[in-house]
């Protein structure tokens, strides 16, 4: 008599990460994404950062501290950037990735010494494991011109000079398009003034003074992203393709406003993927890996991923914000002691990004170069 012995499927899979500092393991539970709760991803109200009580600020600091710690996300409403301005970059959005793709190629991030650009569909894979990413982007860099502080450019400190990042070729290749800078960066400017105002609550949850990172954010990381995620194919749902494939995000914190379509999912501390599911008026706010480092991994910089498989296209804005490129930081005071010394060597949150920008770019190209080989490599006969 034969026995039939059912092998369970295994419980967890390991995602690989990519990091500045080489691959990193996750184990991931194999149950399909759930909704997340709402301690999972809190929403909070941001109506009291301009109280002029300190402690209604300090209490804000500590739902910002509760929700960096746990899963590392959050939305915000009441956020102060009207929706207009969101209105009309959305729009903009739209007409820049509605051109054709050879409009679009004219802005090509291979043109970029600064990795500003448009990067076309399929053309990225940002975690190794998974598949190609079906999205498009297009993405420009900090430049002290539109900064809504309106920077004295002739005052510009020799030492960050060489990391400013902005590259105009941007702004000439979409100059067709009528309104199209103006609204994109008067959207980028609400980012900056909003992530400025919010750095000084992150200050505030790490027992830090409430303008600890003042000084520090006066030519800051403020990169701006669009994102087009088109609907799946019949293809792409077969091969489990991802919109943008598992990562984590690199600098302080990220803005992000998505649309109400869906399809961001956020590993939680237990290994589960939970649905970051669209709140009306809210952005999602999540920290990134320098904000991680700098305060000894007591806050989570969390890993996401997007898959659309709804009937319609999806997009999203983020904005990711940081130090300024030339501020060599380590571990915050705050949060490190006798018992829990500093885990990290200082480093400049430009050296940072840039590490970890070119390892993408020099890992997507590995993962395409055999398709990329492939036509040259067939010998037609004379
Ligand atoms: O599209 C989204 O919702 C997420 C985008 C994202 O994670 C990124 O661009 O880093
Ligand atoms: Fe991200």
């Known amino acids: 008599m034969s026995t039939t012995v059912t092998v ?5 899979s390991k995602l690989e990460l990519r990091t500045a500092y080489g691959p990193v393991f996750r184990d991931v539970l194999n149950t399909p994404p759930r909704e997340c709760t709402a301690e999972e991803i809190p929403i909070i109200d ?11 600020r300090k209490a ?17 409403k009441n956020h102060g950037i009207d929706e207009k301005t969101i ?26 010494k600064f990795f500003n650009g448009y990067k076309a569909p399929r053309s990225t894979n940002i975690s190794p494991g998974e598949s190609i990413d079906v999205k498009e982007s297009i993405g420009w860099r900090y430049d002290p011109k539109y ?3 309106k920077k004295d450019l002739a005052a510009i ?25 103006e609204e994109v960066l008067r959207y980028w400017a609400a980012c900056l003034t909003l992530a400025r105002k919010l750095v000084k609550i992150f200050a505030l949850s790490l027992d ?36 943008l494939g598992s990562h984590t995000d690199l600098q302080l914190f990220t803005l992000l406003w998505q649309d109400m379509t869906g399809g961001l999912q956020v590993l939680n501390r237990e290994g589960q993927w939970i649905k970051a599911t669209p709140v009306e008026g809210t952005i999602v706010v999540n920290i990134g890996d320098f904000m991680m480092r700098l305060c000894n991994d007591i806050y989570k910089s969390t890993v996401h991923r997007v898959y659309n498989r709804s009937t319609v296209e999806r997009v999203s804005m983020p904005f990711f914000f940081g130090l300024n ?11 490190t002691s006798a018992e829990n010394p500093a885990k990290y060597e200082p480093i400049s949150c430009g050296d940072w990004c840039q590490l970890r920008f070119e390892l993408e770019q020099r890992e997507t190209r590995k993962k395409n170069a055999p398709k990329a080989q492939a036509p040259s490599a067939v010998i037609v006969a004379a």
């Not at 369970?8 to 967890?12: E, F, L, N």
């Not at 959005?93 to 043109?111: G, H, N, T, V």
Request: aromatic share 14%; hydrophobic share 35%.
């Open 325 to 335: 490129f030339n501020c060599v930081e380590g571990v915050v005071p705050s949060c």
């Open 46 to 56: 941001l109506a009291p950062i301009s109280s002029p009580k300190f402690e209604d």
């Open 208 to 243: 830090l003074t409430e303008d600890y990172f003042d000084s520090r954010t006066t030519y800051p990381g403020a990169d701006g992203v669009f994102n087009y995620y088109p609907v799946s194919t019949e293809e792409d749902v077969a091969n489990n393709a991802v919109g």
């Open 157 to 181: 400190p020799e030492e960050v000079k060489p990391w400013i990042r902005g590259e105009d070729f941007i702004w000439e290749g979409t100059s067709h398009l009528p309104g199209f800078k």
């Open 60 to 76: 804000l600091a500590a739902e910002f501290r509760a929700a960096a710690v746990n899963t590392g996300f959050f939305y915000i």
């Open 8 to 12: 369970p499927p295994p419980a967890t």
């Open 87 to 112: 209105a009309d970059a959305k729009k903009q959005l739209l007409a820049f990735f509605r051109q054709p793709l050879d409009q679009k190629m004219k802005i090509s991030q291979a043109r970029s």
């Open 147 to 149: 900064d809504p502080e």
